[in-house]
């Protein structure tokens, strides 16, 4: 299913190892707080541009991308860092915003019942 959204100028939030960055077609830049995560991910992702950094602080000038794309990051930020995290997402794209679906188990007290479409 990522593979099939239409290539852009991509930032993929939180992109870890790289496994589903790799999907994404177009002008893909991946940001990761960790290293170790990007070690990995720049062996998988040989024309994407990766960055250590905060989710939280997008070191990227305004509409930089056309879309936002996140897997299993949002739904493990607490209420309180959603809207920080969907305030830096929206003033760095133009267009789109992804992310999956969060699982009960990430703050179950916390979830609230959303869909997020590529629009």
Same mark, same amino acid.
């Given at each position: 299913m990522i !593979?099939? $959204?239409p290539p852009? /100028?991509? $930032?993929?939030v939180a992109c870890g190892t790289g496994f589903l960055t790799s999907h994404l077609r177009g002008e893909v830049t991946g940001i990761d707080q960790s290293a170790r995560m990007l070690e990995i991910a720049r062996r998988r992702l040989?024309? #994407?541009r990766l960055v250590e950094g905060d989710a939280l602080e997008l070191p990227f000038s305004d509409a930089s991308?056309? /879309?936002v794309f996140s897997a299993h990051f949002y739904g493990h930020l607490r209420a309180s !860092? /959603? #809207?920080g995290f969907l305030a830096e997402a929206v003033r760095r794209r133009r267009v789109r915003f992804g992310d999956s679906v969060p699982e009960a188990r990430c703050f179950p007290d916390e979830i609230d019942r959303y869909i997020v479409i590529d629009s």
């Open positions: !593979g099939s $959204l852009s /100028r991509v $930032l993929d040989t024309d #994407a991308f056309d /879309r !860092g /959603r #809207a």
